[in-house]
């Protein structure tokens, strides 16, 4: 065998013709914070991927970022300490790739797609994806119609997302932003036609996005899910990147036909970073010192999740981006930017927080644009009041304190809400399929938990989902699950079944 | 650092690129602070002076140093307003590698050969 080789090797040696040919090339002229000046390189594209030859025939990558008239500024995608005044640099034609596939699932990768998680090599059957590519265009969408379920009652029932919306998720920091994202992701598994979830860690802590993954591998959600991580340690650029290759797997995912769903956790700072890297590239400060294309940079990025019609395949993608605000402030330039581009957004208020209403959904200033339309009809027939009878609690709640001077309809209103607060109360990592939120639901919205006292309230919902599913799984909770329809046939089951279990 | 090498040296060969102007061009470049970018702001000179001839910058990378013969048969393939430096890089092994004016290469080294070879 060793002797064909090398025969082999030797014709190929034999026939080689060098062939020389001229060819572009640039030199490093000044390099610093995991930026590099570079001369020469007249036809480089923009987003080029460049190869910078440290010496020893080992190579840098960079890309073209600034094409200016004498020089280019590039960003280094390696050990930029290695890089020194006087490399050459060689244009490659090419802009930044990673590779997709199935075998991405269950990994932890870098956003240059190497896996980071040390589980051993990726495989050879992935294809290749640019970074950044178009969104697609307007002819192969569709509209967003099919839930996307995250599991939490609040937010599918009065903020539902559907499969290839883009839904910001909003609020200070420790509101619990990641545990929606992550609640959404393993409420998958209930799902009949799960979509495949890929995790972007952005300037996390590493501590913090090992222990995601070691709590999504615990309840089996790694298994349709992937992570991307860039944290904190990381340069900027790879920051930068991060979301783009989370957007790049996901749409290999579309592409094929399947759902996926894409958490960017968080664009805050993302932004950050993009800004880091602009003003050490010099590029013109703008509002907050970020660059003036950061709008552009998060609506390229959003624009990618789409539901594709069925002649291009039926897949979607949904972004869940997250923003982090500092003291509640949704008026700064990132979060409005971010919620002009997104199709709604989950805000989450510290104050409902530390009261112990956990989610802290504030549901007045949340909402979804495609709303109702991706809502199971079942969720839409039970929680079409749920919203009205929110506001006219918080209308009335200052009045709380007041209430033995109100009137009897005053107080029932006020009651109704407070009992509403507390079922839609719901601990983390603790997902709910759509149909057992639909029972607590209508029961608590008809009227049949009035007079429940609120610390039972958990205690009810845990006990009459038990009886659902001991006593009317094949009439009442396996048709529901299958049809997402209430009809009257299966409200009165449910009718009955809530009389029969406050009897016992 | 108050004015770019570039701007120096564009001023000083509108000038007309005297000798006597050269004086005066250091001691601006001192009162400005700027003394620390001198051979940076020659090299523009030159390039500029090159580029007005419609000459070339060339930089000849060889893996040895070459005799006098060789180096004279090298020159002689240039025009008479080509700027030709030559360098030794040993990392060639052995052949030679020309650059023109820091942007086009012709790679004629083994090492280049090989790297074709491999890749």
């Known amino acids: 065998m060793s002797y064909e080789i090398v025969e082999k090797l030797k014709k190929e040696i034999a026939g080689f013709k060098p062939d020389p040919k001229l060819r572009s090339v640039g030199t490093v002229v000044e390099t610093a ?8 390189l007249s036809g480089a594209l923009s987003q080029e991927l460049l190869d910078i030859e440290i010496g020893s025939g080992k190579k840098i990558s960079a890309l073209a970022f600034n094409l200016e008239e004498e020089f280019i500024g590039a960003v280094l995608l390696g050990d930029a300490n290695a890089v020194s005044v006087g490399n050459r640099v060689i244009g ?22 190497q896996q980071i998680d040390g589980r051993g090599d990726l495989g050879s059957n992935l294809k290749s994806y640019t970074l950044e590519r178009g969104a697609p265009d307007v002819v192969s969408r569709e509209s967003v119609r099919e839930p996307l379920h995250t599991g939490i009652k609040a937010v599918d029932a009065m903020i539902p997302i559907g499969r290839g919306q883009r839904e910001l998720i909003i609020g200070d920091r420790q509101t619990g932003k990641t545990a929606i994202a992550l609640d959404a992701i393993i409420n998958q598994k209930y799902e009949s036609k799960p979509a495949t979830c890929i995790y972007v860690a952005i300037g996390q802590k590493q501590s913090k996005i090992a222990q995601i993954e070691r709590y999504l591998r615990e309840v089996g959600a790694m298994d349709y899910t992937v992570i991307v991580s860039a944290p904190a ?20 995912f579309m592409d094929s036909g399947r759902d996926a769903l894409v958490v960017y956790d968080d664009l805050s700072k993302h932004a950050d970073a993009y800004r ?13 010192a970020y660059p003036g294309d950061i709008f552009y940079l998060h609506s390229r990025l959003l624009e990618r999740a789409a539901k594709l019609d069925q002649a291009h395949g039926g897949g979607s993608l949904t972004a869940l981006p997250i923003i982090e605000t500092k003291l509640g ?6 979060p409005t930017n971010v919620i002009s581009i997104t199709d709604g957004q989950i805000y989450l208020e510290s104050n409902l927080f530390y009261q112990g209403i956990r989610p802290a959904v504030n549901v007045g200033l949340s909402v979804s ?18 919203r009205l009878e929110l506001a006219q609690f918080r209308e009335l709640a200052a009045f709380v304190q007041f209430a033995s001077d ?3 309809a005053t107080r029932a209103k006020i009651a109704r809400g407070e009992l509403l607060t507390e079922v839609l109360k719901q601990s983390d990592n603790a997902p709910m399929p759509f149909y057992t939120i639909v029972p607590i639901l209508y029961a608590a919205l008809n009227g049949y938990l009035d007079g429940l006292a609120k610390e039972k309230v958990r205690d009810f919902e845990s006990r009459f989902l038990e009886y659902l599913e001991a006593r009317h799984k094949e009439d009442f909770v396996n048709p529901l699950a299958k049809s997402g329809v209430l009809d009257e046939k299966l409200e009165e089951i449910l009718k009955s079944a809530i009389t029969m279990f406050k009897q016992i | 650092m108050k004015y770019q090498a570039k701007n120096y040296a564009r001023a000083f060969t509108e000038l007309g690129s005297k000798p006597e102007q050269i004086k005066k061009l250091f001691a601006v470049m001192k009162k400005n602070g700027d003394l620390l970018q001198a051979h940076i702001v020659v090299k523009e000179i030159e390039k500029i002076e090159v580029k007005k001839n419609n000459g070339h910058m060339i930089e000849v990378e060889f893996a040895r140093a070459q005799g006098a013969l060789a180096r004279e048969k090298m020159l002689s393939q240039f025009g008479k307003y080509d700027r030709v430096v030559t360098k030794i890089r040993q990392d060639l092994i052995a052949g030679a590698r020309m650059i023109t004016d820091g942007e086009y290469e012709l790679d004629m080294s083994l090492a280049g050969r090989l790297e074709k070879l491999f890749t």
């Open chain 1, 33 to 40: 914070d995991g930026i590099a000046r570079i001369s020469g």
């Open chain 1, 92 to 113: 490659t034609g090419k802009v930044l790739s990673i590779n997709v596939g199935d075998e991405l699932i269950g990994r932890v990768v870098s956003p240059l797609g």
């Open chain 1, 233 to 252: 340690g990381s340069p900027a650029p790879l920051l930068y990147l991060a979301p783009f290759a989370g957007a790049t797997i996901g749409e290999y």
């Open chain 1, 276 to 288: 880091e890297m602009s003003l050490l590239l010099r590029r013109s400060p703008g509002r907050e």
């Open chain 1, 329 to 334: 402030d949704v008026s700064a330039y990132i």
């Open chain 1, 369 to 386: 644009r495609v709303g109702s339309s991706a809502q199971t009809k079942a969720m839409k027939k039970v929680a079409g009041k749920l």
């Open chain 1, 406 to 408: 109100l009137d009897e």
